[in-house]
């Protein structure tokens, strides 16, 4: 019986819940918001699979291969844009669902939100696209879901983070051809409590009801990371970026991340997956022929099978191939767990009594300094000067 002792110890994967055959785990929210496996004692027969398929207890070097690396860009605007990146994925997914296949993946649901998924149609995809800084929910069912369709020989490909795709390939015990899977770099994955109480505050300042939002929307352009939330009735939507929105400032503090990002288990060169794809900012440093402010994707092909796939798929790409070990340098997420916020624990004391916007404006006021970096940031949007200085900057300070 999976007993979960020390909370970093735990990813969150719901492999444990998946696997039991008595479906006697369930993923329940703590105080933090983050999902934890709970057992009824009573009812378990110990037969000990839940912790033979916990990726963490059961950790995994990646298979030594002859990696590739590439940047690519995907050829049809409409899917770069909607992308966050360079829409790599989109390509890899289509190939799957060409071979009647399913594809799994992240989705924001109109209650807003971050579950995993399935789609079977090519119109569905834009349901993954966009990043989601949110911790997504993988209930056992999915792992189930994905291996009957494994079983009934149809492809699948499926998209989570590290720990979610070896969670899956604990889960299902077994290699299988038919199987596509693809990882993000992940610096860490924020809580979806908190991610509530942002809802919460976004709602009360603008007296609106949020439709939906972008985590990294390219509205002021790729190098701009910027959140968009759109209102039921507010026609001037909301697009505030890294310096400004409480949400990409909590994100990118290490406020409100799980414990176990702190010591995280898949940080690796190499990886139990297909592919593992992420952002490519300065496209300029690998190649002079893509477009260096419309999204590009870095990506390493890790199998046999990655490859034939990556073949198939390349003409929907502009491309480059670089190496490996380049392409991956100085990319501290690969291979380094991000340390937490030393008010972490303070902050989650806060959110536990105070309100939405006490808790945000207690911890991302507006300062005047805040203030000051929006105006100069938009200022050189509006100018059209803003990825020149931005490149300066990153010269200058070796910080994105």
């Known amino acids: 019986m999976i007993e979960i002792k020390n909370k970093s110890d735990c990813c969150g994967c719901a492999a444990?819940?998946?696997?039991?055959?008595?479906?006697?785990?369930?993923?329940?929210?703590?105080?933090?918001?983050?999902?934890?496996?709970?057992?009824?004692?009573?009812?378990?027969?110990?037969?000990?699979?839940?912790?033979?398929?916990?990726?963490?207890?059961?950790?995994?070097?990646?298979?030594?291969?002859?990696?590739?690396?590439?940047?690519?860009?995907?050829?049809?605007?409409?899917?770069?844009?909607?992308?966050?990146?360079?829409?790599?994925?989109?390509?890899?997914?289509?190939?799957?669902?060409r071979k009647n296949g399913v594809v799994f993946g992240a989705e924001l649901s109109v209650d807003l939100e971050v579950r995993h998924v399935y789609i079977e149609t090519e119109a569905e995809l834009s349901r993954f696209r966009n990043s989601k800084y949110v911790q997504s929910f993988v209930g056992g069912d999915i792992y189930r879901q994905a291996k009957?369709?494994?079983?009934?020989?149809?492809?699948?490909?499926?998209?989570?983070?590290?720990?979610?795709?070896?969670?899956?390939?604990?889960?299902l015990g077994?290699?299988?051809?038919?199987?596509?899977?693809v990882d993000v770099v992940c610096r860490a994955v924020p809580s979806p409590?908190?991610?509530?109480?942002?809802?919460?505050?976004?709602?009360?300042?603008?007296?609106?009801?949020?439709?939906?939002?972008?985590?990294?929307?390219?509205?002021?352009?790729?190098?701009?990371?910027?959140?968009?939330?759109?209102?039921?009735?507010?026609?001037?939507?909301?697009?505030?970026?890294?310096?400004?929105?409480?949400?990409?400032?909590?994100?990118?503090?290490?406020?409100?991340?799980r414990p176990s990002c702190h010591s995280c288990h898949f940080r690796k060169s190499y990886r139990n997956s297909d592919f593992t794809i992420w952002d490519c900012f300065h496209v300029g440093r690998f190649s002079k022929e893509l477009d260096n402010d419309k999204g590009a994707t870095r990506m390493l092909v890790h199998t046999v099978n990655g490859k034939e796939i990556f073949k198939s798929v390349c003409s929907d790409f502009l491309y480059t191939k670089v190496e490996p070990e380049i392409i991956i340098a100085g990319v501290v997420e690969m291979k380094e767990s991000v340390k937490p916020n030393e008010k972490r624990e303070e902050f989650f004391l806060d959110a536990g009594w105070m309100s939405d916007t006490q808790l945000f404006e207690k911890y991302f006021p507006k300062t005047i300094r805040v203030k000051a970096e929006y105006m100069v940031r938009m200022a050189c949007y509006k100018l059209g000067i803003y990825a020149v200085?931005?490149?300066i900057f990153v010269r200058i300070s070796h910080k994105y």
């Open 16 to 97: 444990c819940a998946g696997i039991c055959p008595k479906n006697n785990i369930e993923m329940r929210e703590d105080s933090e918001g983050f999902r934890y496996p709970q057992i009824i004692a009573e009812n378990c027969v110990n037969c000990g699979l839940c912790e033979r398929v916990c990726p963490i207890l059961n950790s995994k070097d990646g298979i030594i291969f002859e990696q590739e690396g590439y940047i690519v860009q995907n050829k049809e605007q409409k899917i770069l844009r909607e992308s966050t990146a360079g829409g790599a994925f989109t390509a890899i997914a289509n190939y799957a669902l």
């Open 389 to 391: 200085v931005k490149k």
């Open 148 to 171: 009957t369709f494994l079983d009934q020989e149809r492809t699948v490909c499926f998209s989570g983070t590290p720990c979610q795709i070896e969670g899956l390939k604990n889960y």
């Open 193 to 257: 409590l908190i991610f509530r109480k942002y809802i919460g505050y976004q709602e009360h300042k603008l007296a609106d009801k949020i439709k939906s939002m972008r985590f990294r929307d390219k509205h002021y352009g790729y190098k701009y990371s910027t959140m968009s939330v759109i209102f039921d009735r507010n026609q001037d939507n909301y697009h505030k970026g890294v310096e400004s929105d409480p949400w990409l400032r909590a994100f990118f503090s290490n406020i409100c991340d």
């Open 174 to 181: 077994k290699d299988y051809l038919n199987l596509i899977t």
